[in-house]
């Protein structure tokens, strides 16, 4: 990037175009420090997903915690994760194998809670330490009264146009709330959304 040639962002450019400031921290901590970056759009996009990613695993570990009992397979990775997190840092700020570690970890905690693995509270610990350092959770969006009402109204009325099986209008509304930037997920304990 260069001034002169006029293909360079500031960090304000990049909040104006929506780009989350973790997703940002995470294409840093993707490159040793002793390396070149290479910041193109494809690099921060992946950097979002991986953000992204991250933030989903952990909503999943807060949800799991208070079920099962005592340490599981889950403390067990958060342990060896751990371990390789402080390993890779002390060798020289190696954040791109902290980062591997990291995702490596999210992986096999995703298989892990998949199979009923017990232990999440040892997990989300652990990552939430690791955040400490890191900090490349998804930043929290502050929504707007009005928006929050708005989607609360859209999904009671999609679970009324789902009980009368009017399912045409029950796709209708989940393509407004999608179109709005809500994703909706159904589970047995009721509709979840999130914004995305």
Not at 10 to 35: N, S
Not at 62 to 89: I, M, Y
């Amino acid at each position: 990037m260069s001034k002169r040639f006029g293909n360079f962002l500031t960090a304000r450019d990049l909040r104006d175009q929506g780009v989350d400031a973790a997703a940002v921290r995470l294409l840093f901590w993707q490159t040793h420090y002793r390396k070149p970056l290479d910041f193109s759009d494809e690099a921060l996009a992946a950097a979002a997903a991986g953000v992204k990613r991250l933030g989903e695993f952990r909503a999943r570990l807060v949800v799991d915690q208070g079920s099962g009992k005592g340490e599981g397979e889950l403390a067990g990775l958060a342990a060896t994760f751990e371990a390789e997190l402080r390993a890779a840092l002390d060798d020289d700020l190696n954040a791109p194998q902290a980062c591997a570690g990291l995702f490596d970890f999210v992986h096999a905690g995703h298989a892990a809670l998949d199979a009923r693995a017990s232990g999440a509270a040892s997990a989300l610990a652990a990552l939430d330490r690791a955040m400490g350092v890191l900090d490349i959770l998804p930043t929290a969006k502050v929504l707007d009264p009005t928006f929050l009402r708005w989607v609360e109204e859209r999904i009671a009325a999609r679970e009324k146009a789902r009980k009368s099986k009017d399912f045409k209008a029950a796709d209708r509304i989940r393509a407004e709330l999608r179109a709005r930037g809500v994703e909706i997920e159904d589970t047995p304990a009721g509709t979840k959304w999130r914004v995305v």
